[in-house]
C-alpha cells in the first residue's frame, strides 16, 4: 500500500507538470486468487494555458524578440519542461548581446484556478555591465609558440569586440579542427570580470 500510495503520487505529478493541476488519481487493488491487478483512475481536469512574463533585460533585447524565441508561448498549454528550458534560453539570449554573467531570480509560475491560466515569471540579473572581448590567454601550449600563433590565428573574435559566446564555441571548433588536442577549454574569466565590477570598474 505505501508503494502505491508513491505510485499514485508520482501520476499526479506527471500530470501537474503537463498542466493539469487539478487532475485527480485514484487507485485500487483488484484481488484474484493468487494474483492483484493494480489499476489507475485518472480524471485530467482541465489543462492550463500559458501566460508568460520576462523583466530585468537588457536594453538591446527587445521583450517579444525574447518571449518569440521561448518554446511555452503565450496562450499555449503550460508544460513545466518548457518552463524550466526557458531559463536556460533567456540566459543564453541575454549573454548573447555581451553579457558575460547573467542570473534568472524569481522565475515562479502562478496558477489561477478559476481562468486555468499558469503565470510565468522570469527576471533576469545582470551581474556585470555588457562587455567587450580584452586579451587572450592561452595556456598549455607554452614550450610551442608556432602552435600557439595557429591558435590566436582561429580566435573567432577580436580584442575590443562586443562579448558573444558564440564567437567562444566557434573558437572551440575551430581549434579541435586543427587536429592537435584532445580537449579544448575556451571561456570567459568571469573571476576577473566581477573583481572588476566590484572595484567599480
Avoid: C, W
Avoid at 35 to 62: C, D, H, M, Q, W
Avoid at 91 to 112: H, I
Amino acid at each position: 500500500p505505501y508503494q502505491l500510495g508513491l505510485d499514485t503520487k508520482r501520476i499526479k505529478g506527471a500530470y501537474t507538470r503537463m498542466g493539469f493541476f487539478e487532475a485527480k488519481v485514484d487507485s485500487r487493488i483488484d484481488r484474484q486468487d493468487n494474483a492483484e491487478t493494480v489499476a489507475f483512475t485518472i480524471v485530467e481536469g482541465p489543462r492550463a494555458t500559458a501566460r508568460v512574463f520576462v523583466s530585468g533585460l537588457p536594453p538591446e533585447l527587445p521583450e517579444a524578440y525574447v518571449l518569440d524565441k521561448l518554446e511555452l508561448q503565450e496562450g499555449a498549454p503550460f508544460d513545466y519542461e518548457l518552463y524550466e528550458d526557458g531559463k536556460e534560453a533567456i540566459k543564453l539570449l541575454v549573454e548573447e548581446q555581451g553579457y558575460p554573467v547573467v542570473d534568472l531570480e524569481g522565475s515562479v509560475v502562478t496558477v489561477d484556478r478559476k481562468t486555468h491560466v499558469a503565470a510565468v515569471s522570469y527576471r533576469v540579473v545582470r551581474g556585470a555591465p555588457r562587455s567587450k572581448f580584452g586579451k587572450v590567454a592561452i595556456t598549455g601550449v607554452e614550450n610551442f609558440p608556432d602552435l600557439e600563433r595557429a591558435i590566436r590565428g582561429r580566435l573567432a573574435f577580436l580584442e575590443g569586440e562586443i562579448y558573444t559566446p558564440r564567437a567562444l564555441a566557434e573558437t572551440s571548433r575551430s581549434l579541435y579542427d586543427l587536429g592537435r588536442f584532445s580537449q579544448v577549454r575556451v571561456e570567459p574569466d568571469r573571476t576577473a570580470l566581477l573583481a572588476n565590477v566590484g572595484e567599480g570598474g
